[in-house]
């Protein structure tokens, strides 16, 4: 890419990424190459992929250094770059490997940090991920966005997560305990197919959440306080069967992350 494609896209991403913390949702997608893998046109040099092969119990994952810039990783199955808009494009099928505590395949990213090391922020500060997506297919439930719980205990279970379903109607669950129990809110309705944005924000024990600019804000529990946390986003597709046609195809136009 040439230096002054590179500059517009990392320009466009840190505008969104400040917008996201101040909760706008309006702000359009850094201009995205068709002919680029996914790390071409975002930072994945912060994520891990997780994909729905591998074998029982241990799904394959691609590292940021292989995921990052204009020779990194992509698979036409389950993640690639869409050829006609230059979307960050998610495949789950109904059919594919789980990791040992899930009944369900993904096709996800996990935040890392920039030195190859695996995520693990704590609650105190202001943490927040920021998107716009569109999701043209879905069978009964997809996830597209978690904050989900790391070192401090023996919990696998999220702090929070977004979930979309075929008819629109966009919920997000929050976790009642680390020993589990979610409470679900409907935060929004968008026909499938159509873009839109999410920001999640986590400041101290407060969750606020933004979709397409209409923001909710709900209590974080004292018994998360000794957790620590990282962000997920792709599709976390929620339901299994046989079938490796049915599943959640997730489509990213931006993605970013802040921390402060």
């Not at 199955?77 to 009944?103: C, H, I, L, Q, R």
């Not at 998107?131 to 919990?155: D, E, F, W, Y």
């Amino acid at each position: 890419m040439h230096r002054r494609k590179l500059f517009a896209v990392a320009l466009s991403t840190a505008v969104v990424g400040t917008l996201g913390v101040l909760g706008i949702t309006n702000a359009n997608a850094a201009t995205l190459d068709p002919a680029l893998p996914p790390g071409g046109n975002f930072d994945l040099a912060i994520w891990q992929l997780q994909l729905p092969t591998g074998s029982p119990g241990k799904p394959d994952t691609i590292s940021p250094a292989q995921l990052k810039g204009t020779s990194g990783y992509s698979n036409p199955a389950f993640f690639w770059t869409d050829k006609n808009d230059g979307s960050m494009t998610f495949w789950a099928p109904e059919k594919g490997v789980t990791t040992p505590n899930s009944n369900y395949a993904r096709s996800e990213l996990r935040e890392m940090n920039r030195n190859g090391s695996a995520a693990d922020w704590p609650l105190s500060g202001t943490h927040t991920l920021s998107a716009q997506l569109r999701i043209p297919q879905v069978t009964k439930n997809v996830c597209v966005g978690q904050v989900h719980l790391g070192s401090g205990g023996s919990s696998t279970k999220p702090l929070l997560e977004l979930y979309y379903r075929p008819n629109g109607d966009i919920y997000l669950g929050t976790e009642n305990s680390p020993a589990g129990g979610q409470t679900l809110h409907k935060v929004g309705n968008v026909a499938l197919g159509v873009k839109w944005t999410y920001v999640i924000n986590v400041t101290g024990n407060k969750i606020n959440l933004t979709v397409n600019g209409s923001k909710t804000s709900y209590s974080i529990p004292s018994s998360f306080n000794p957790y620590k946390q990282y962000f997920k986003a792709g599709s976390y597709n929620q339901s299994s069967s046989d079938s490796t046609s049915n599943g959640a195809k997730v489509k990213f136009y931006s993605l970013t992350v802040s921390h402060s």
